[in-house]
């Protein structure tokens, strides 16, 4: 079993920056493929970024130029998500999600994620 708990998230104003964190734990797999979606109110789950073992990165195309980073630190078991230039519409609960095969191709769709947490809230304000 493998579990993943998100924080960092938060209520901030348009412009900020936050940073989420996602630790995983449990019987965790060498080489697992970490990605980070978000869920607003109404809305489906979207893909934001994803990052492979070795540090390759995948982003949402929206996402590309607004300083949103996936960053991991293997020795910690952790992966980050530094976003920068908040803006409203970033506004939802975001989860960090684990596959435990040593992939390198891009994966965006949450059916390819075995591993989820539980969320974390994150409300940008006007």
């Known amino acids: 079993q493998v579990l993943l708990v998100e924080s960092g998230g938060g209520l901030v104003q348009a412009g900020d920056s936050l940073r989420l964190s996602c630790a995983a734990s449990?019987?965790?797999?060498?080489?697992?493929?970490m990605g980070w979606f978000r869920q607003a109110p109404g809305k489906e789950r979207e893909f934001v970024a994803a990052?492979?073992?070795?540090?390759?990165?995948?982003y949402q195309d929206s996402a590309k130029g607004r300083f949103i980073i996936i960053s991991r630190d293997n020795a910690k078991n952790t992966v980050y998500l530094q976003m920068n230039s908040l803006k409203p519409e970033d506004t939802a609960i975001y989860y960090c999600?684990?596959?435990?095969?040593?992939?390198?191709?891009?994966?965006?769709?949450?059916?390819?994620?075995?591993?989820w947490g539980q969320g974390t809230q994150v409300t940008v304000s006007s």
């Open positions: 449990g019987r965790l797999f060498s080489r697992y493929y």
């Open positions: 999600a684990l596959n435990p095969q040593g992939l390198i191709e891009p994966m965006r769709v949450p059916l390819e994620y075995d591993y």
């Open positions: 990052i492979t073992w070795g540090g390759r990165t995948y």
